[in-house]
């Protein structure tokens, strides 16, 4: 089967999985591998978990973290939301070994925001508003919560707080699914800014949308991977005729395990041990639970009023406010490296931690279960330099057959972060986790008729910016929220 996905409601693709995938092409809805053909050698439990041990060891409320004064803190949560809008995979890690012909990807390979839009007004109604007749199957759905000077907007959600959102993951923080309110309330902005007379219900709906993913994918490519990649890699990737050289789709684009399983994961060496959601915020919160302290950023839950976020502390909005003037905002991201905050030691259950509470662990598990080939041996296909021993942090105190074993064949993940860190001083990818990530994103771009890549070539972002022809997420804030607009 090939062409466009099927379609449910008013223009919505149905997420791949649920679509049903009998007699699709090997990649349609499908994971698969960027590099099929390279041998893979497994590594060994014990490798493994020495590997996170040593990891754990350096956590970054030990040893801390460095700042990247390059990429702002709001930019990994971007990515997560990213990585939810393109991958979503509910089987268990035993399962995925059990049937490894048959991982389905419960996503859309697009960057379309079904995670945002579900299945449309008519295959997942409860995202939209009902009531005002205007707004009809038109405007997605908001809680507006409060009154006067305390009045705030929350994701719609159940009486008992979870989120009614497409992707649940986007509620598991306070930060990821306030982003995803943000892209809510840029849709609902996006309608009111294009209603006109004679353009209502359906057509409406459907030219919001695609202005609003338009914008979206140009902020992936020209904000976002620039910053991820390094701007020599990005440009070259998006150049028109395509530059890549690791991925080319044949038939139906298909998720590659080798970015949703290890190289799109560097976000969470980027992950600070605290945040700062507002100027009323007392001292860093950590994004998630941890038994020594008495809140958190944590998600499924009704949002705080004292925790709405000020995005100016996340992303940089430009001049800032008389009383925000001497403030260090926006908060930096970590160096994209092997320190990783402690935090990420101690998953809770309800974020599906599928049975490895720490994160680096279960990331390894995922690349073995996946069968990615190693870092060095895709490093060799792409022509890219081959990290040594030291580069790849493979010393002492772990054990000298571990050692043995991990030179010549690092897990994908860990090679990534090494790689960041020993050639490019952690500020952004390398050359073989930038080349996958690069690729995937202009790749999949490409294999969508309907992104602005194929739709429209010459097309240039026609909302509101402060600098003509370009699009970025401070743009898309400042579009969402009027507050935000003159800095």
Wanted: charged fraction near 20%; proline fraction near 8%.
């Amino acid at each position: 089967m090939t062409g466009p996905a099927p379609r449910s409601g008013h223009g919505a693709h149905v997420p791949r999985g649920l679509a049903g995938t009998d007699g699709a092409g090997a990649g349609s809805g499908r994971f698969a591998k960027m590099f099929p053909d390279i041998a893979v050698r497994e590594v060994s439990t014990r490798a493994i978990e020495q590997l996170v041990a040593r990891l754990k060891i350096h956590a970054g409320d030990v040893v801390q973290g460095t700042d990247n004064t390059e990429i702002e803190a709001g930019y990994t949560y971007f990515g997560q939301f990213v990585d939810h809008d393109l991958t979503f995979d509910p089987t268990s890690l035993r399962e995925r070994s059990a049937d490894r012909a048959a991982r389905v990807n419960f996503r859309t390979p697009r960057l379309d925001l079904d995670s945002v839009y579900g299945a449309g007004p008519v295959g997942s109604p409860f995202l939209y508003e009902s009531e005002i007749a205007a707004d009809a199957g038109v405007k997605l759905l908001v809680d507006r919560r409060g009154d006067g000077e305390d009045a705030f907007v929350d994701l719609a959600r159940n009486r008992q707080g979870r989120a009614l959102i497409g992707d649940p993951r986007n509620d598991e923080n306070l930060v990821v699914a306030q982003l995803h309110l943000l892209f809510v309330t840029f849709h609902n902005a996006v309608v009111d800014h294009i209603r006109r007379p004679g353009l209502a219900g359906p057509a409406l709906f459907a030219e919001a949308r695609r202005l609003v993913q338009w914008h979206y994918q140009w902020i992936v490519t020209h904000d976002h991977l620039r910053r991820i990649v390094g701007e020599p890699l990005a440009a070259e990737t998006m150049a028109p005729g395509g530059g890549r050289r690791a991925l080319r789709f044949h038939g139906d684009p298909f998720m590659p395990v080798e970015f949703s399983g290890a190289a799109y994961r560097f976000g969470h060496s980027m992950v600070r041990p605290g945040y700062l959601m507002n100027s009323s915020t007392p001292s860093e919160l950590p994004i998630l639970p941890i038994p020594d302290h008495p809140e958190s950023l944590r998600g499924f839950r009704f949002l705080p009023r004292e925790l709405v976020a000020n995005w100016r502390f996340f992303f940089d909005l430009g001049k800032l406010p008389p009383e925000l003037a001497h403030t260090a905002i926006p908060q930096p991201s970590q160096t994209i490296d092997t320190i990783l905050s402690k935090r990420l030691f101690a998953l809770p259950a309800d974020i599906g931690t599928d049975g490895a509470p720490e994160l680096a662990l279960l990331n390894l598990l995922r690349g073995r279960r996946l069968e990615l080939a190693a870092g060095q041996d895709i490093a060799h296909a792409i022509g890219a330099p081959v990290l040594d021993a030291v580069q790849l942090e493979l010393v002492a105190p772990l054990p000298d057959d571990v050692i043995a074993e991990l030179e010549g064949n690092t897990p994908l993940w860990y090679y990534v972060l090494c790689e960041a860190s020993a050639l490019e001083q952690g500020l952004h990818l390398g050359p073989v986790g930038g080349r996958i990530v690069a690729d995937v994103l202009a790749g999949l771009l490409e294999a969508d008729p309907e992104s602005y890549v194929i739709a429209d070539p010459s097309w240039v972002p026609e909302l509101d910016t402060t600098t003509p022809g370009d699009f970025l997420m401070a743009d898309l804030i400042r579009f969402a929220y009027p507050e935000y607009r003159g800095t």
